[in-house]
Each structure stands twice: as structure tokens, then as C-alpha cells.
């Protein structure tokens, strides 16, 4: 079975600049979720999507950040203008609700770098 | 609110030594809990669960049990070796199907 498939792994951009991450998730998943993860600290959620429509976005910063899933699989996730306190590990995740423990099974992440 | 406080690290260890990392979490309901684990330069994966109160999870040696009564899931391991050095974290979540809560992470070092 295929894992969470993220891109680009890398991405350095000058502040101000635009970026934008893909993510394709476990074939069935329904559930799709983008988390931040800052240098230090914990994953913290942006975005969660069931299908194609959003189930929780509290915490997006809906300024700069915006987050689509369009057919319900594929996700982009995309930050225009960029800030410094952007830099950070951008984590697409996903799950199977059916499942009793709800576990979510992670990509490899997309690294930004804002300077 | 929701959350979920682990022990600071860095944790450094000399191999064979035992681990706990402690982990204790806020929430409504009957959670499932959760410890990942980040091996350098890989993702985040899932190490060990637990969706109710006094489950023990386990896996490649580690466990950690569901302790209602005092909101907590600490991670043991009786023998540490060099290539558990990583970073875990402690999550949890209300409902399946709902986005995971993480703790900050808690580094571990074990040298040879």
C-alpha cells in the first residue's frame, strides 16, 4: 500500500513570495488533515477535510493561508504572502474514519524556509 | 482545553538503560491515545495506541498504558538502543476521525 505522497520536500523562498504544497493521500482515505510543525515544537493542525469539504479550519490563518481538496483526494495547500514565522515542516496526513482508533498515517512532510 | 504536556528533553541515554518518558493530557470524553515516533529525516509515524482506559500499547519493546484516573500515558522501554534515538510525541484525540492533538515531542539520544 502506497504511503501519504507529498511535494516538494524542499522549498526555500524569499518573504512575501507565494508557495504551494501537494499532498495525495492513502487510496480510500477520506479524511485529509495539513498540520504545521514549527523547529522544537509539536504538529499543530491547519486544516481538516473529510471528502472535499472542510471539517475544521479554526486554526488556518485564513490571510495568507488557504487549503483546497478538489474531487475529494488530491490537497493543495498554499501561503501568499509568505512570512518569516512561515518557515516550518508542512504535514499532510490521513485516516480512515471507519477505523475504531482513528489512527492518522503521515507523509514525509514539505520543509519551507522563508527569508 | 484540550492538550497534552510531555517531559522536556533532550532525554540522553547510554544503551541498555531503561526510558520512561512521561506524558499527561487534558481532554473531554474517552480519548484514544497515541505516541509517534520521528526517526531523522523520516516522517512521523505511528509507534503505539490505545483507545481505552488500562489498554496497554505496545510495540518493538516499548509500551505505555492508558491511565484514566490519573490522565496520563508515559512511554517505557527496559533496553534502549542506539537506533530508538529520535523524537516521540504524545497525541490523542476525542473521537476517530477527528485531527490528532500533539504534544511539543520529546528527543531521545542513547549512545553506544
Known amino acids: 500500500e502506497a504511503g501519504v505522497a507529498q511535494s516538494p520536500r524542499y522549498k526555500i523562498i524569499e518573504k512575501r513570495q507565494s508557495v504551494a504544497f501537494w499532498c495525495n493521500p492513502i487510496?480510500?482515505?477520506?479524511?485529509l488533515y495539513w498540520y504545521q510543525q514549527i523547529l522544537g515544537q509539536g504538529p499543530k493542525l491547519l486544516i481538516q477535510f473529510q471528502n472535499n469539504g472542510v471539517v475544521d479550519d479554526s486554526q488556518l490563518p485564513k490571510d495568507r493561508f488557504s487549503a483546497e481538496r478538489l474531487k475529494g483526494v488530491d490537497s493543495t495547500l498554499k501561503i501568499q504572502p509568505a512570512k518569516l514565522e512561515d518557515s516550518a515542516v508542512y504535514l499532510c496526513?490521513?485516516?480512515?474514519?471507519?477505523?475504531?482508533?482513528?489512527?492518522?498515517?503521515f507523509g514525509e512532510g514539505s520543509r519551507l524556509t522563508v527569508l | 482545553g484540550n492538550s497534552v504536556t510531555q517531559m522536556e528533553g533532550p532525554v540522553t541515554l547510554s544503551e541498555e538503560a531503561f526510558l520512561t518518558i512521561n506524558c499527561t493530557y487534558t481532554?473531554?470524553?474517552?480519548?484514544?491515545l497515541f505516541w509517534y515516533v520521528q526517526y531523522p529525516g523520516e516522517g512521523l509515524q505511528l509507534l503505539l495506541k490505545a483507545t481505552k482506559a488500562d489498554d496497554k500499547g505496545s510495540n518493538k519493546g516499548f509500551e505505555a498504558t492508558y491511565r484514566k484516573e490519573t490522565t496520563s500515558f508515559h512511554l517505557e522501554k527496559g533496553s534502549v538502543q542506539v537506533s530508538d534515538s529520535a523524537v516521540y510525541f504524545c497525541?490523542?484525540?476525542?473521537?476517530?476521525?477527528?485531527?490528532?492533538?500533539f504534544g511539543k515531542g520529546t528527543t531521545l539520544s542513547v549512545s553506544s
Open positions: 496526513a490521513s485516516s480512515l474514519v471507519e477505523r475504531d482508533s482513528g489512527e492518522l498515517f
Open positions: 481532554a473531554t470524553g474517552y480519548p484514544s
Open positions: 497525541a490523542f484525540h476525542n473521537q476517530a476521525g477527528t485531527a490528532l492533538i
Open positions: 487510496s480510500g482515505h477520506a479524511t
